[in-house]
């Protein structure tokens, strides 16, 4: 009866919330704690779902022998049958241990009758199906079924049911013997079950089954008083039963002298009278205790009485008051019943919102009204203590920074979901992401089979997985159903919450979206790519170049420390295609430079004029900065390098060029006429120009379009020391080859050339992209290929040109030309 009062505790409003202050498992455990004596049963007498995915532990599964599902309507008669035995056994206990010491015939009968259809039911329990307390699944399984039952209530249904009256003669009717009686009392347990289901079932009128539980906890404990009482008085042998309550007692005339033999009934009533005085306090004192043990229970039946009384009148004040936490649930079901039926919304929607429902209801205490009177730091404390170790490991996040993880753990409302409930269906544009924080739920494909019937391709997810990611960032229809297969809580991020969040952390949503693209195919690329997210994570990176760049131009190396830090990427250009090393090596910042190449900038970036760092250095006469941009491994290979060398020279830019050829720019590099540096040198009689560019390695062999070398150029321009100055380079490079009249010859019409060489595919994107290096054209490709490897410490066996075509002579390589090493496969 203890049990019962528990139990009823909790339906008033302060029981309810001494047990939410005091409760200190996780919410979730709670939630599913309380689900566990309600879990067969749904609201209204209606039989909860089994959801998505029973049958994997086997309804079906033949080979886990005889099982009873829990709501079978034979099951469920059993039960019926099994709570008015366990009725009968609540009430007759206290009345066998009290008032016989050996039961008649016909009651002996009764009780063996009544034992039996408990042993039943303990046989019958090692058959039934259970729910899993935390998939809240139903287990069909006989071997975990067995272990469930034994390690919970198998010993003391077992006790209960044992003949404890024949024991007690069969041992000399030894008093201890008949104190196991009581172990049936936990029968009672079943009795509170009933009534608890009954507040909850909204076609039985609440106020009627409050009062009636209360009268039968009331009459409970005085029924057991008055048992205890009589079973006091009868300890004493009967030459002093006058010296107990009911021995010595008068009522008027008549006196209780041997009570004993006093009709039973009789001796019941007054028992009963006696107790129920005493717990109302209004004893007349015609009945009262007499020997000192009889004093000792009177004590502790008042100091209880105390406790009873005023839980019976809390209650009973509850009930006029019309505010406990049932009784609020019950009205909502009914509004909402009513609804349901008016707008024929069917029966599986309406169990379905039956069923959340109850869920809500179960789970109250954990609604963020709970939460409302804290101030907002502290409830983003307790949001980022119970939801950030969940999202931290959800893959769609990985690699994104701690803040923008603490900041998702703010945002997020927890929501819990039954078995078999659809959270998104197919078709459907969401702006909710979900991610798991426990259960399992089934993705369902829906799609035409072989035979054009429509086919389910079931994908589980599990913990820590997300879902609902695509139409989020692409507002485009959902492409499959998600439903729930186990009990679930999941975390539900809204999109307007997470576009604020993006205003601060958009570098995070751009690592969001390189994780989503992962293993996706092209068609959803490019939804992605062409999302609002994606144009509003561009367009907040292109702000924040901007801002890199000024702060490069203004030479704010600690601005640009801070923009770098928020998250800003140095990589990123700005609409000219320009990154703040363009900027920092125009104008000659060594600092930034240095700290642009230590943040991993790349060096060799081109913006859309085809300039590079090193070049808008060199360019501006930064030696310093060519110098730190050469050391990190820029180059000067540039689109129209023989067009920038020619323009160099016809504007008599010497300090240019000598720098230009200083950081490796090819001196034989033809312009669009095919013209190079020392054809425009010869030409207008540039002799320290010529000289410089002869001695970085410039040929006097080379032709133009027209098929005319510099040699020719000078002589048409007529100066004679230009003139003189190739005479003497040709004869010098002829003598080079005067071993061989042959091999002068083709020196003479194919001058030695050189190759740039990239260990990578011409077609590969440009994050795979690696520098490459500059290498002389040798007389065959096993050995160009050979040089290459060696240089490049990479393995290859072919080399490609630009347009992917497999190079097979070094006939076939033109000077300057771009060339990749890459494997035959």
């Known amino acids: ?123 019958v329990r090692f058959f039934v199906a259970y729910r899993d307390t935390n998939s809240y699944r139903l287990v069909y399984n006989r071997n975990l079924i067995a272990i469930r039952y034994l390690k919970s209530r198998f010993l003391v249904d077992f006790l209960g049911c044992l003949p404890w009256d024949a024991i007690y003669k069969a041992c000399g009717r030894k008093e201890a013997a008949r104190y196991m009686l009581w172990i049936r009392l936990t029968r009672a347990r079943r009795v509170a079950d009933f009534f608890e289901r009954l507040e909850k079932d909204i076609r039985i009128n609440y106020l009627f089954t409050r009062i009636v539980k209360l009268l039968v906890v009331e009459l409970y404990c005085t029924h057991t008083a008055a048992c205890i009482f009589y079973y006091l008085a ?68 008042i100091s209880f009485d105390m406790i009873l009384g005023a839980y019976l009148l809390g209650n009973m004040t509850a009930l006029i008051v019309k505010g406990s936490k049932t009784e609020k649930f019950r009205d909502k079901m009914a509004e909402l019943i009513k609804y349901m039926n008016g707008n024929n919304l069917g029966k599986g929607m309406s169990n379905e919102i039956r069923g959340h429902l109850r869920l809500q209801f179960d789970r109250s205490y954990t609604e963020a009204a709970v939460l409302q009177d804290i101030p907002a730091s502290i409830r983003a404390k307790i949001s980022q203590k119970l939801y950030e170790p969940y999202i931290k490991e959800v893959p ?77 960032f692409c507002n ?34 751009r690592i969001i979206l390189n994780n989503l693209l992962e293993g996706k195919d092209a068609n959803l690329r490019n939804e992605l790519l062409e999302s609002d997210v994606t144009l509003y994570i561009e367009n907040s990176e292109s702000i924040l170049a901007t801002r890199l760049n000024c702060a490069a131009y203004e030479g704010d190396f600690y601005q640009l420390k801070r923009l770098i830090g928020a998250g800003a990427d140095p990589n990123k250009t700005d609409y000219d295609g320009r990154s703040p090393l363009h900027i920092a090596a125009t104008i000659g910042y060594e600092d930034i430079t240095l700290f642009l190449i230590e943040k991993g900038v790349d060096v060799n970036i081109s913006d859309k004029f085809g300039n590079t760092p090193l070049l808008e250095a060199v360019k501006s006469g930064h030696d310093e900065v060519a110098s730190a941009l050469v050391r990190a491994g820029a180059t000067l290979e540039i689109e129209d390098a023989g067009g920038f060398l020619c323009m160099t020279v016809a504007r008599r830019d010497m300090g240019l060029l000598k ?48 098929g005319n070398t510099p040699l020719d150029e000078a002589r048409l321009g007529g100066n004679k020391n230009v003139i003189k100055l190739f005479e003497i380079a040709r004869t010098s490079h002829m003598s080079e080859f005067s071993d061989c009249h042959g091999q002068i010859q083709a020196a003479a019409e194919m001058p030695q050339r050189k190759c740039t060489v990239y260990p990578f595919h011409p077609w590969d994107p440009i994050e795979k992209r690696r520098q490459g290096v500059v290498l002389w054209v040798p007389q065959t490709m096993e050995e160009l290929v050979k040089a290459a490897m060696e240089q490049l410490n990479c393995l290859g066996c072919c080399i490609l040109s630009e347009n992917g075509g497999k190079i097979v002579d070094v006939n076939m390589i033109t000077d300057d030309q771009k060339l990749y090493l890459v494997s035959e496969s």
């Open 396 to 472: 769609l996040l990985k690699g994104c920074s701690l803040g923008f993880i603490k900041q998702i753990a703010i945002k997020v409302h927890e929501e819990f979901f039954l078995p078999g409930e659809v959270i998104i269906e197919q078709g459907h544009v969401v702006d909710q992401l979900y991610f798991i924080c426990h259960g399992e739920l089934v993705l369902e494909e829906v799609g035409k089979g072989e035979n054009d019937e429509i086919e389910e391709l079931p994908t589980c997810l599990q913990t820590y997985s997300s879902f609902g990611e695509v139409s989020f």
């Open 476 to 509: 485009t229809p959902q492409p499959y159903t998600v439903r729930v297969r186990e009990l679930c809580r999941v975390l539900r991020l809204d999109k307007l919450s997470f576009t604020e969040i993006l205003k601060i952390y958009f570098s995070d949503g």
């Open 234 to 301: 009868t300890t004493l042998p009967p030459s002093e039963e006058g010296y107990t309550w009911i021995g010595s007692l008068q009522m008027g005339d008549y006196q209780y002298s041997h009570f004993r033999d006093i009709d039973l009934w009789k001796r019941y009533i007054t028992s009963l009278y006696f107790a129920i005085v005493t717990m109302a306090t209004v004893g007349y004192g015609e009945i009262h205790a007499v020997n000192v043990r009889e004093m000792i229970f009177v004590m502790i039946y």
């Open 1 to 123: 009866m203890m049990m019962m009062m528990q139990r009823e505790r909790r339906g008033s409003d302060q029981s309810d919330e001494e047990e939410e202050r005091s409760n200190n498992k996780p919410q979730w455990k709670r939630f599913m704690g309380l689900l566990r004596n309600d879990s067969l049963t749904g609201i209204g007498g209606e039989i909860v779902r089994d959801g998505i995915g029973s049958s994997t532990t086997g309804p079906s599964a033949s080979h886990h022998g005889f099982i009873i599902r829990p709501d079978d309507w034979r099951y469920t008669a059993w039960t019926h049958f099994i709570l008015i035995w366990a009725i009968y056994s609540s009430f007759f206990t206290p009345l066998e241990f009290g008032f016989f010491r050996g039961l008649p015939h016909n009651l002996f009968l009764l009780d063996i009758a009544g034992q039996i259809a408990f042993l039943i039911e303990i046989v």
């Open 659 to 706: 720098r230009a050829l200083a950081n490796g720019m090819n001196p034989n590099a033809k312009n669009f006429d095919c013209r190079t540096p020392l054809h425009i040198a010869a030409s207008e009689g540039l002799y320290p120009m010529a000289n410089l560019l002869l001695e970085a390695g410039a040929s006097v062999f080379s032709k133009d379009r027209w």
